[in-house]
Protein backbone atom coordinates (compact mmCIF):
# COMPACT_ATOMS: atom_id res chain seq x y z
CA UNK A 1 0.00 0.00 0.00
CA UNK A 2 1.52 3.19 -0.59
CA UNK A 3 2.23 5.95 2.02
CA UNK A 4 3.30 9.78 1.70
CA UNK A 5 5.48 11.47 4.05
CA UNK A 6 6.07 15.15 3.84
CA UNK A 7 9.50 16.12 4.97
CA UNK A 8 11.22 19.86 5.84
CA UNK A 9 11.18 22.85 8.20
CA UNK A 10 8.70 24.14 9.57
CA UNK A 11 9.52 27.20 10.07
CA UNK A 12 11.05 29.47 7.21
CA UNK A 13 12.15 33.30 7.22
CA UNK A 14 10.43 35.62 5.25
CA UNK A 15 11.91 35.92 1.77
CA UNK A 16 13.88 32.87 2.37
CA UNK A 17 12.99 29.59 -0.05
CA UNK A 18 10.61 26.60 1.37
CA UNK A 19 12.02 23.30 0.24
CA UNK A 20 9.92 20.31 1.09
CA UNK A 21 10.19 16.31 -0.14
CA UNK A 22 7.88 13.67 -0.54
CA UNK A 23 9.05 10.09 0.32
CA UNK A 24 6.73 7.43 -1.48
CA UNK A 25 6.59 4.30 0.12
CA UNK A 26 5.07 1.12 -0.79
CA UNK A 27 4.94 1.68 -4.65
CA UNK A 28 7.42 3.18 -6.93
CA UNK A 29 7.61 6.79 -8.25
CA UNK A 30 7.51 5.93 -11.58
CA UNK A 31 5.01 4.33 -11.55
CA UNK A 32 3.08 4.92 -15.18
CA UNK A 33 0.59 7.70 -15.33
CA UNK A 34 0.59 8.45 -11.74
CA UNK A 35 0.41 12.25 -10.62
CA UNK A 36 2.78 13.36 -8.18
CA UNK A 37 1.13 16.91 -6.58
CA UNK A 38 1.61 19.33 -4.16
CA UNK A 39 -1.14 21.29 -1.70
CA UNK A 40 -1.19 23.52 0.74
CA UNK A 41 -4.04 24.20 3.58
CA UNK A 42 -3.77 28.57 4.96
CA UNK A 43 -4.70 27.91 8.65
CA UNK A 44 -8.92 27.23 9.01
CA UNK A 45 -9.26 27.68 5.23
CA UNK A 46 -9.51 25.02 2.52
CA UNK A 47 -7.25 23.28 -0.13
CA UNK A 48 -5.07 24.89 -2.59
CA UNK A 49 -3.61 22.76 -5.12
CA UNK A 50 0.18 23.95 -6.23
CA UNK A 51 1.15 21.87 -8.64
CA UNK A 52 1.71 18.30 -10.04
CA UNK A 53 3.71 16.38 -12.18
CA UNK A 54 4.31 13.11 -13.90
CA UNK A 55 6.84 11.11 -13.53
CA UNK A 56 9.09 12.06 -16.72
CA UNK A 57 9.31 15.18 -16.61
CA UNK A 58 6.00 16.72 -17.69
CA UNK A 59 4.82 19.65 -14.58
CA UNK A 60 1.85 21.93 -14.26
CA UNK A 61 2.01 24.49 -12.03
CA UNK A 62 -0.99 26.81 -10.09
CA UNK A 63 -0.65 30.16 -12.39
CA UNK A 64 -1.38 32.19 -9.29
CA UNK A 65 2.59 30.78 -8.04
CA UNK A 66 4.00 29.50 -10.71
CA UNK A 67 7.15 32.23 -10.71
CA UNK A 68 7.91 31.01 -7.64
CA UNK A 69 7.36 27.33 -7.59
CA UNK A 70 9.50 24.55 -8.44
CA UNK A 71 9.25 20.76 -8.75
CA UNK A 72 11.58 18.18 -9.22
CA UNK A 73 11.45 14.52 -8.87
CA UNK A 74 14.31 11.88 -7.99
CA UNK A 75 13.61 8.57 -8.93
CA UNK A 76 16.55 7.22 -7.54
CA UNK A 77 15.00 8.28 -3.70
CA UNK A 78 11.07 7.81 -4.59
CA UNK A 79 10.72 11.26 -3.59
CA UNK A 80 9.49 14.28 -4.92
CA UNK A 81 10.23 17.99 -3.65
CA UNK A 82 8.50 21.32 -3.74
CA UNK A 83 10.50 24.70 -3.67
CA UNK A 84 8.90 27.95 -2.73
CA UNK A 85 10.69 30.82 -3.56
CA UNK A 86 10.53 34.45 -1.98
CA UNK A 87 8.08 33.28 0.99
CA UNK A 88 5.80 35.76 3.00
CA UNK A 89 3.87 35.30 6.07
CA UNK A 90 0.80 34.70 3.50
CA UNK A 91 2.55 31.56 2.65
CA UNK A 92 2.35 29.82 6.14
CA UNK A 93 0.37 26.55 5.76
CA UNK A 94 0.26 23.06 6.26
CA UNK A 95 1.23 21.61 2.75
CA UNK A 96 0.27 18.12 1.54
CA UNK A 97 1.71 16.12 -0.94
CA UNK A 98 -0.52 13.28 -2.78
CA UNK A 99 -0.85 10.98 -5.60
CA UNK A 100 -3.25 11.41 -8.73
CA UNK A 101 -4.42 8.38 -10.03
CA UNK A 102 -6.47 7.85 -12.91
CA UNK A 103 -9.90 6.14 -12.48
CA UNK A 104 -10.62 5.58 -16.31
CA UNK A 105 -10.62 9.29 -17.99
CA UNK A 106 -10.51 10.93 -14.61
CA UNK A 107 -7.60 11.64 -11.97
CA UNK A 108 -8.55 11.55 -8.23
CA UNK A 109 -5.95 12.07 -5.21
CA UNK A 110 -6.06 8.96 -3.67
CA UNK A 111 -3.55 8.93 -1.28
CA UNK A 112 -2.36 12.34 1.52
CA UNK A 113 0.22 12.40 2.92
CA UNK A 114 -0.33 13.48 6.81
CA UNK A 115 1.03 17.11 6.10
CA UNK A 116 3.54 19.12 7.42
CA UNK A 117 3.17 22.52 8.90
CA UNK A 118 4.74 25.55 7.30
CA UNK A 119 5.38 29.10 9.55
CA UNK A 120 6.55 31.78 7.85
CA UNK A 121 8.18 34.13 10.44
CA UNK A 122 11.66 36.17 11.17
CA UNK B 1 -10.27 28.95 -13.38
CA UNK B 2 -13.18 27.00 -12.58
CA UNK B 3 -14.66 28.63 -9.58
CA UNK B 4 -16.81 25.93 -7.54
CA UNK B 5 -18.89 27.13 -4.76
CA UNK B 6 -20.24 24.70 -2.55
CA UNK B 7 -23.61 25.13 -0.05
CA UNK B 8 -24.35 25.40 2.55
CA UNK B 9 -20.44 26.59 3.94
CA UNK B 10 -21.73 24.82 7.35
CA UNK B 11 -24.42 22.79 8.34
CA UNK B 12 -26.08 20.73 11.74
CA UNK B 13 -27.56 17.29 11.73
CA UNK B 14 -28.05 14.64 13.48
CA UNK B 15 -27.00 10.95 13.72
CA UNK B 16 -29.54 8.95 11.21
CA UNK B 17 -30.37 11.96 8.90
CA UNK B 18 -30.07 12.10 5.58
CA UNK B 19 -27.80 15.21 4.63
CA UNK B 20 -27.06 16.87 1.21
CA UNK B 21 -24.00 18.92 0.06
CA UNK B 22 -24.32 20.77 -3.25
CA UNK B 23 -21.65 22.08 -5.44
CA UNK B 24 -21.82 24.61 -8.31
CA UNK B 25 -19.13 25.11 -11.35
CA UNK B 26 -18.41 28.27 -12.82
CA UNK B 27 -18.58 26.50 -16.00
CA UNK B 28 -19.33 23.18 -17.25
CA UNK B 29 -17.12 20.82 -16.19
CA UNK B 30 -19.16 17.37 -17.29
CA UNK B 31 -18.50 14.83 -14.76
CA UNK B 32 -14.90 15.70 -13.65
CA UNK B 33 -16.26 16.58 -10.14
CA UNK B 34 -14.11 14.66 -7.09
CA UNK B 35 -15.79 14.65 -3.45
CA UNK B 36 -13.12 14.54 -0.62
CA UNK B 37 -13.94 14.49 3.83
CA UNK B 38 -11.36 15.63 5.81
CA UNK B 39 -11.69 15.82 9.74
CA UNK B 40 -9.56 18.15 11.91
CA UNK B 41 -5.23 17.52 11.64
CA UNK B 42 -5.70 15.12 9.18
CA UNK B 43 -5.53 15.01 5.33
CA UNK B 44 -8.37 14.52 3.23
CA UNK B 45 -9.71 11.68 2.09
CA UNK B 46 -11.39 10.51 -1.35
CA UNK B 47 -14.63 9.80 -1.38
CA UNK B 48 -16.23 10.28 -4.84
CA UNK B 49 -14.61 10.60 -8.66
CA UNK B 50 -16.04 11.19 -11.43
CA UNK B 51 -19.37 12.86 -9.50
CA UNK B 52 -20.96 9.57 -8.67
CA UNK B 53 -18.42 7.09 -8.29
CA UNK B 54 -17.65 5.34 -5.09
CA UNK B 55 -14.04 5.22 -3.95
CA UNK B 56 -12.57 1.74 -3.11
CA UNK B 57 -13.75 1.23 1.10
CA UNK B 58 -16.07 4.17 1.33
CA UNK B 59 -19.37 3.53 2.86
CA UNK B 60 -22.26 3.14 0.63
CA UNK B 61 -23.96 5.64 2.51
CA UNK B 62 -21.94 8.30 0.51
CA UNK B 63 -23.22 8.98 -2.94
CA UNK B 64 -22.51 11.65 -5.70
CA UNK B 65 -24.48 12.53 -8.40
CA UNK B 66 -24.57 15.52 -10.81
CA UNK B 67 -23.00 16.68 -14.00
CA UNK B 68 -22.28 20.17 -15.78
CA UNK B 69 -22.24 22.65 -13.54
CA UNK B 70 -24.32 20.86 -10.53
CA UNK B 71 -23.32 18.58 -8.29
CA UNK B 72 -24.75 16.59 -4.85
CA UNK B 73 -22.97 14.42 -2.05
CA UNK B 74 -25.30 12.84 -0.30
CA UNK B 75 -25.30 11.17 3.34
CA UNK B 76 -28.33 8.50 3.70
CA UNK B 77 -27.73 8.01 7.17
CA UNK B 78 -25.22 10.11 9.11
CA UNK B 79 -23.07 8.00 11.42
CA UNK B 80 -21.04 9.77 14.12
CA UNK B 81 -17.52 9.54 12.40
CA UNK B 82 -19.29 11.79 9.38
CA UNK B 83 -19.19 14.56 11.44
CA UNK B 84 -16.41 16.54 9.09
CA UNK B 85 -15.36 19.21 6.58
CA UNK B 86 -16.38 18.15 2.64
CA UNK B 87 -14.87 19.57 -0.66
CA UNK B 88 -15.53 18.97 -4.00
CA UNK B 89 -12.80 19.58 -6.41
CA UNK B 90 -13.28 19.90 -9.90
CA UNK B 91 -10.18 18.03 -12.37
CA UNK B 92 -11.87 19.32 -15.51
CA UNK B 93 -8.73 21.35 -15.77
CA UNK B 94 -5.60 22.94 -14.38
CA UNK B 95 -5.43 24.81 -12.22
CA UNK B 96 -7.62 22.40 -10.12
CA UNK B 97 -9.37 23.92 -7.63
CA UNK B 98 -11.52 22.60 -4.32
CA UNK B 99 -14.84 24.67 -3.52
CA UNK B 100 -14.33 26.30 0.03
CA UNK B 101 -15.60 23.21 2.09
CA UNK B 102 -18.62 22.31 4.13
CA UNK B 103 -18.37 21.62 7.92
CA UNK B 104 -20.65 19.20 8.96
CA UNK B 105 -21.50 20.07 12.65
CA UNK B 106 -23.25 17.32 15.20
CA UNK B 107 -26.55 19.03 16.15
Known amino acids: QVQLQESGPGLVKPSQTLSLTCTVSGGSLSSGGDFWTWIRQHPGKGLEWIAYTYYGGTTYYNPSLKSRITISVDTSRNQFSLNLTAVTAADTAVFYC??????????????WGQGTTVTVSS | DVQMTQSPSSLSASVGDRVTITCRASQSISNYLNWYQQKPGKAPKLLIY???SLQSGVPSRFSGSGSGTDFTLTISSLQPEDFATYYCQQSYNTPITFGQGTRLEIK
Open chain 1, 98 to 111: ARGRWFGNHVGLDV
Open chain 2, 50 to 52: AAS
